[in-house]
């Protein structure tokens, strides 16, 4: 049986936690960053897990990244 391909893009955006769960960076805070203000900007810095409902079809995006 071949191995499977990871899918290059969801290696750069996603990472899996210690406990399985998968981890993901907050969107917007590159563009138009002046209208936002500063607790907001610094809120989207920290990483978020993705929802469950996701979290399946990211997993098998990248299947050796255990």
Known sequence: M???KSHSATKKRF???G??????AHGGKNHKA???NRKRKRNLRQSTLVASTHEKT????????D
């Open 19 to 24: 406990s399985g769960k998968v981890n993901r």
């Open 15 to 17: 990472w899996l936690t």
């Open 2 to 4: 071949p191995k499977q």
């Open 58 to 65: 990211v997993k098998k995006m990248i299947p050796y990244k």
């Open 34 to 36: 002046e209208t936002k």
